[in-house]
Every structure is written in structure tokens, then in C-alpha cells.
Nanobody, 114 residues
Framework: QVRLMESGGGLVQPGGSLRLSCTIY???????MGWYRQAPGEQRKLVAW???????NVADSVKGRFTMSVDDSKSWLDLEMNKLKPEDSAVYYC?????????WGQGTQVTVSS
């Protein structure tokens, strides 16, 4: 059974940094992998992802501040978040997709507040 487990969330002041990690258990060659976030009352949104040809992309809202990295075996992916803003506060989810089937982690809370 595929299982994704996130870690690294928490409370940070504006302008600070956090690193999220996602470990994938019993995984296989996924089509895409990435990070989503969901703030209260909003839809889940894609933040960063690696596509089928191995290119890593980030959403415009976090460009220049967030960096995603993936290990060669595709068994973990990290999200380095810098210059955090209050609007980055959300539950962050790790995602992997194969044949249009989504696999999700349980989510980790990130709160940016002074």
C-alpha cells in the first residue's frame, strides 16, 4: 500500500524559513509528484511539482521563495520555503499521481504569524 508521510510544519514568523519533507513508502514510478496547500475556506492548490520529464515547477505565488527537491529514487521530496508570508499559512500536502490516481499524505500545518 502506497503511503506518503509529511513532516516539518510548524509556526514561523514572517520572513522566516521552513523545510517540509515527504517520505514515500511502497511507492513506484509515479507520473507526477508535488506539494499542495489548502488554507481554511479555500480549495487545495498546487504549489510545486515535478512533471513526467523530470522538470520541477513552482507556482507563481511562491516563485523565488520556495524550492522543491526530489531524490533520484523518487522516495522523498522536500519543500524549502523561504521569506514566508502570512498568506503562506495553510495545511501542506504531499501528492503523487499515477494513471490519474492521487495518493496523499495526511498534511502538515504551516502557520506564518508574528
Amino acid at each position: 500500500q502506497v503511503r506518503l508521510m509529511e513532516s516539518g510544519g510548524g509556526l514561523v514568523q514572517p520572513g522566516g524559513s521552513l523545510r517540509l519533507s515527504c517520505t514515500i513508502y511502497n511507492g513506484f514510478k509515479f507520473d507526477t509528484m508535488g506539494w499542495y496547500r489548502q488554507a481554511p475556506g479555500e480549495q487545495r492548490k498546487l504549489v510545486a511539482w515535478i512533471d513526467k520529464v523530470g522538470i520541477i515547477n513552482v507556482a507563481d505565488s511562491v516563485k523565488g521563495r520556495f524550492t522543491m527537491s526530489v531524490d533520484d529514487s523518487k522516495s522523498w521530496l522536500d519543500l524549502e520555503m523561504n521569506k514566508l508570508k502570512p498568506e503562506d499559512s495553510a495545511v501542506y500536502y504531499c501528492n503523487a499521481q499515477k494513471w490519474s490516481i492521487d495518493y496523499w499524505g495526511q498534511g502538515t500545518q504551516v502557520t506564518v504569524s508574528s
